[in-house]
Every structure is written in C-alpha cells, then in structure tokens.
C-alpha cells in the first residue's frame, strides 16, 4: 500500500503560459468564444473563466454561444484556472492514462486521480503536501491508506491473494492492529510500542490459537483448541511451553513441564476426580496425588491408598515388587514385609477377634515361625520347611495360669509336652513316635511328684514321692501293678510288694516294728505259707 501512495506527490501548480502550441492554440479559441460570450462580465472586471471537464465544458459554450459550441473538444492538458489566473484543475494524459489534479485556493495540489498499472489509483494530499489517503487498485484488488499528520500511513484496508486485511499504525509508523485473511481462516494482531506483534489471534482447522507475546517476539502464553479441548500454554523467556492448562473428554488438566516438555506436575481430572501428579524431567521421580490415594515413585514405589474396601493402606514397592505393606482394616492394623520374589516374609497385626499375630515365613512362603496373642496368652510356634508346627509354648488353655511347651512330631503329635497343670505344678510328656508310649513326670501327683512310663497307652512303670517316702509300682502289659516297693506307710522302712497276674500278693518284704527285715511267701489265694526273719 504504501508502494504505491508514496509514487505520488503533491505537485506544484502548472504555469498556463508554459503549455505547448497546439494547446495554447486551442485554448486561445476556446478563450475567444467564452469573452465573447461573456463580455457583460468582463467589462464588470469579473474575470473569471468557468471551464469544466467533457461535458461541463461543452455545457458553458453551449449556454454562452449555442450556435459555436463545439461537438468534441480534444487535448492531451487542461487547465482550469482560477480569478487569479491559477491552476485549480489540470486534466492530463500520462503514458499510463489519463489524470486529474486539484489544487486549493492555498495552491496546494491535494487530489489527484491516476492510473497505475492494475488501475485506477486515487491520492489526497494535505494542504502541505503530505499524504492523506489513498485509493487504488492492487494485483490482487484494491487498497485503501489514510495517513496521519506527519504524512505517515496509519490505516490501510487491502484486498491479497488470501483475502482483505486491516493494518492500523502509530505516530511512528509501528503497526498496532492488523486483521488479515490467512487462507485457513482470519489473523488479528495487537502491535507493540516497538512495532512487535504482542498479541496475535488466528483461525486453524482445529479452531483458534490465540498467542500474547514478549518484547523479543516469542511466544509468553498461547491458547489453543485441540481435539479433546482448550489448551493454555505458558512459555519461558526462550519460547519453550512449559506450562499448561487443558481440557479433555473426562475433564481438565493443569501440567508444568521442563524446556524439553517433559511433565514435572500436573492437576488432573481422573475418573470424575481431580489428581495431582509431579515427575522429575527423566520421570525417574513422580508423585500421584489423587482424592484418597498417593503415589510416589523413585528407586521405589510408595503407595498411600484410603480407598482399599477393608481401610486404609500403605504400601512401599521395589522394581514393582511390593515389599512392605501397612493396613488398618476393621479388626486392627497390620504389617506385611515381602521378599524380592513376593512372598510374605515378615508380617504382623491383629486377627479377626482382635489378638496380636506376628509369623515369619520360609523362602517357599511356608510359616517358619509365629507368635500370637489369644484368650489363654501368648502362643509361640515354630515350624518345619514343610510347615508343619514342631516346636509350640504358650499359655495354657481354659485359662489356666501357667505355660507349656510342646515339640511335635512330623505327624503334629506331641513329641516332648512340658506344661503347668491347673494345680500349679509341672508335667513333662515324653512320647513315643506312634504317641501311645514313654513316659511322664509330674511335679505333683496329689501328694508329691510322680514319673510314670507307658507302653501302647498302659503305664507300666510308676515311680512317685509322698509323705511318707518314695514308691515304685511296675505294672504287667495288662495295667495290673506287679511290682511294688517303696516306703513303709509306718514309716519304720521300705516295704516290697509281689503280685501275681491276677493281682493278688504273692511276696512281701518289709521291716517288723523292731527294725528286722521280714519276707512273707503267700500262696495264691493270699494265705502265708512261709515268713522268713519274723520273730513270731
């Protein structure tokens, strides 16, 4: 635009006296006939000459001489002079066509009408030569400029190849406003006091970006359409985004990303829900923080869920791995540590009716050993590689006071059982493999401590203390005492006892009150058949 309105300058005012021959011939006619129809207004020293273009012209020699008026006037120049004898209208032909100059009582050439190469092509000058708008055609339209006091453009209105377009400029010629057609749509632009763009708004086939930018010319904040909504975007003073705000299907998401566009946190929508999340720029580290529920990742995973249907849950994970989890559920809290290969090694908490658990496991996963707190007391097991309890001490049931220890079997019977009865005193088991066999002790059997051996269930050997002394008892297959010695119930001696198999006495052995030992033969029925030491 402004190509072409700089072309032309106001010009000075033409001398008439200057014209070449055959002009001034031809005016010298045209002049004649106009005095001599105008001679009342000479003679009043009226002096002016009225002249007009084409039929104007023609119109004045008609009304003056209607019977010389000429049909066509012909001229490359004309000049319409004023009372003072100056050019106020000069039509003039120019290698390109025709033009027309206006000058003003000031003598100030300010309109001139032209033609250019793609057409016509209007300009208006101030009373001081400087442009003030103009009108012309253009290669691909036309163009329209109005000029400000300094003779600079301040507004153009153009048609290009793309479509029209709106430019507004400053005192100092800076564009600030530009409203274009781009082909794919419209552009708007805010200039700057340099002359920058600062803002600029364009139409894309997704929708419309709308960019604000800095002193240097990049981009500060842009926002965008896309598919799944508005994007605002945030740049750093070397144009790279590195924040965003953006609208999805399922909601919105507001993520702050590093130069390289890696994200280090964002505010999202998950699931009707809103969630953070922030990473470091290598997404080694990141924090998910979601309505209930928190993640954060580095050379681990540590996982804060209040979602979990029985409570709460905290959850710390190597390579994907869960090693150490915490839970709150609705019977107590509990503690579960794992191995690299997922098995719950270690874990700890309260059972169903509220005790006290704490088992830890072999590298197959099987229980090695458990503690737990139950009615009776503290419970302690230990196990074989199979899983099968083999060492057990704890309170006694029925809440009794006391303890026992029980080892056990590959069978889980009681191998060696070692408890406190509900009397208080001690009792050892020792049993045989198939549980029907071997022997016990008892801290007290009623009136002292009893140790008693078994066979296939049948105690066969009885060896126990009282008040009065010490006793022996061994018994035949059948349960029945054979064998019986121990301490004389007058407390003078020993006393020995021998029973047949069907119970009855058959030998006795003692100390008579003097302090003589005395053996009494008996046959079976019980009578004595022979006393050996008695005084009798």
């Not at 010319?217 to 003073?237: E, I």
């Not at 965003?244 to 990303?257: C, K, L, P, S």
């Not at 924090?287 to 709460?312: F, K, Q, S, W, Y």
Request: aromatic share 4%; hydrophobic share 45%.
């Amino acid at each position: 635009m402004d190509r072409h309105l700089h072309e032309f300058s106001a010009g000075s005012r033409p001398n008439p006296s200057r014209c070449d021959g055959a002009v001034a011939d031809r005016l010298a006619v045209l002049e004649a006939r106009v005095l001599a129809a105008e001679s009342a207004a000479r003679r009043a020293k009226r002096g002016t000459l009225l002249l007009a273009l084409g039929f104007a012209g023609a119109g004045v020699l008609a009304a003056a001489a209607p019977q010389n008026t000429p049909e066509v006037v012909r001229t490359q120049r004309l000049e319409i002079i004023d009372g003072n004898g100056r050019v106020a209208v000069l039509a003039s032909a120019t290698d390109a066509g025709g033009r027309l100059d206006l000058w003003s009582e000031a003598g100030a050439n300010v309109f001139r009408a032209s033609v250019n190469e793609f057409g016509g092509d209007v300009a208006v000058w101030d009373g001081n030569g400087r442009s003030a708008a103009g009108l012309f055609a253009s290669a691909h339209g036309g163009e329209v400029g109005v000029y400000g006091d300094g003779g600079a453009a301040q507004a153009a209105m153009a048609s290009g190849i793309n479509g029209g377009g709106i430019v507004t400029r400053d005192a100092q010629g800076h564009p600030t406003f530009a409203a274009t057609s781009t082909g794919a749509g419209g552009r708007v632009a805010l200039g700057g006091p340099n002359g920058a763009d600062a803002l600029v708004a364009t139409a894309h086939d997704g929708g419309a970006r709308l960019a604000v930018l800095n002193s240097a010319g990049g981009t500060a904040v842009a926002l965008d359409s896309g598919v799944n909504g508005g994007v605002v975007a945030a740049h750093n003073l070397d144009g790279a985004p590195v924040a965003f705000v953006e609208g999805a299907a399922d909601g919105g998401t507001i993520r702050i990303a590093d130069p390289a566009r890696h994200t280090l946190a964002s505010l999202r929508t998950e699931a009707g829900a809103g969630a953070i999340v922030t990473a470091s720029a290598d997404d080694d580290r990141i924090t998910n923080i979601a309505p209930g529920r928190v993640e954060m990742r580095g050379t681990g995973t540590i996982t804060l869920n209040a979602l979990e249907t029985d409570g709460p849950t905290v959850a710390l994970a190597l390579q994907e791995v869960p090693m150490i989890a915490f839970a709150a559920t609705s019977h107590g809290g509990a503690t579960i540590v794992r191995s690299a290969q997922g098995i719950d090694a270690v874990s700890m908490g309260a059972d169903a009716v509220g005790a006290g658990v704490f088992r830890v496991a072999s590298a197959t996963g099987r229980p090695a050993f458990t503690v737990a707190s139950g009615p009776d007391g503290g419970v302690v097991q230990s196990y074989a590689p199979t899983g099968v309890p083999v060492v057990g001490f704890g309170g006694l049931p029925g809440g009794f006071p006391g303890g026992y220890l029980s080892v056990l079997g590959p069978d889980a019977a009681a191998a060696i059982d070692l408890r406190a009865d509900e009397r208080g005193s001690g009792r050892l088991r020792v049993n045989d493999a198939r549980g029907s066999g071997g022997f016990a002790v008892d801290g007290d059997a009623g009136k002292g401590p009893a140790l008693a051996m078994t066979a296939d269930g049948t105690v066969l050997v009885a060896l126990a203390a009282g008040p009065a002394g010490g006793l022996l008892n061994l018994m035949s297959p059948s349960g029945r005492a054979v064998v019986a010695a121990g301490s004389a119930v007058d407390g003078n001696g020993g006393a020995v006892s021998i029973r047949n198999g069907a119970g009855s006495e058959i030998v006795q052995a003692g100390v008579d009150p003097d302090g003589a030992g005395v053996v009494s033969v008996l046959d079976a029925a019980g009578e004595k058949r022979q006393a050996f030491g008695s005084s009798d």
